[in-house]
T-cell receptor, first 112, second 113 residues
Framework: EADIYQTPRYLVIGTGKKITLECSQT?????MYWYQQDPGMELHLIHY???????EKGDLSSESTVSRIRTEHFPLTLESARPSHTSQYLC???????????FGPGTRLTVL | GESVGLHLPTLSVQEGDNSIINCAYS??????FIWYKQESGKGPQFIID?????DKRQGQRVTVLLNKTVKHLSLQIAATQPGDSAVYFC????????????FGKGTLLTVNP
């Protein structure tokens, strides 16, 4: 089983709150990714990173931001949560030179 | 836009039967394909992958077939078990996209005992 962790697993929060979703991996992977997934739907890439101090926006526009200060840590932040942000957020990582991505268990976010 | 998609959103099979899940892709520059299994409440889990220079690859109880002529990918699961019930996604890496994966819509596989 891949060693990639996400916290919290579930979060219910009110509109306007600032939230940070945590993602950590212990595999030493250079590449990390954030996906947004609505129930039963495909995954949409919202952010990715090729290494420390590298962050890029994904294919789906998102109001969230990310940072990559340490190799193992790739947190995602929403400055002001809105109901439209309600979704599942999946973090993944991959080794340099390889396409296979390892996924965390996801954070299910509900904004009231 | 170009994307990976699936022919059937749901598939129901009897335990012990073989399952075939299909996927169509439209980008001829895609050079790598991967199948993931996602169980309820969990993140996607790797099943099998294939590069575009191959047309078949086998794993334990699973086989992936790639037909580049018609841009079609399939996942075959032999002797399907209740534990195989999940949503299955195919994903592609478009050559030159630097290891990003583009996911298709999933197929829900239900295995009836």
């Amino acid at each position: 089983e891949a060693d990639i962790y996400q916290t919290p697993r579930y979060l219910v929060i009110g509109t306007g709150k600032k939230i940070t979703l945590e993602c950590s991996q212990t595999m030493g992977h250079d590449k990390m990714y954030w996906y947004q997934q609505d129930p039963g739907m495909e995954l949409h890439l919202i952010h990715y990173s090729y290494g420390v101090n590298s962050t890029e926006k994904g294919d789906l526009s998102s109001e969230s931001t990310v940072s990559r200060i340490r190799t193992e840590h790739f947190p995602l932040t929403l400055e002001s949560a809105r109901p439209s942000h309600t979704s599942q957020y999946l973090c993944a990582s991959s080794e340099a030179g390889y396409n296979e991505q390892f996924f965390g268990p996801g954070t299910r976010l509900t904004v009231l | 836009g170009e994307s990976v998609g699936l022919h059937l959103p749901t598939l129901s099979v009897q335990e012990g039967d073989n399952s075939i899940i299909n996927c169509a892709y439209s980008n001829s520059a895609s050079d790598y394909f991967i199948w993931y299994k996602q169980e309820s409440g969990k993140g996607p889990q790797f099943i099998i992958d294939i590069r575009s220079n191959m047309d078949k690859r086998q794993g334990q109880r699973v086989t992936v077939l790639l037909n580049k002529t018609v841009k079609h990918l399939s996942l075959q699961i032999a002797a399907t078990q209740p534990g195989d019930s999940a949503v299955y996604f195919c994903a592609e890496n478009i050559g030159g996209s630097n290891y990003k994966l583009t996911f298709g819509k999933g197929t829900l596989l239900t295995v009836n005992p």
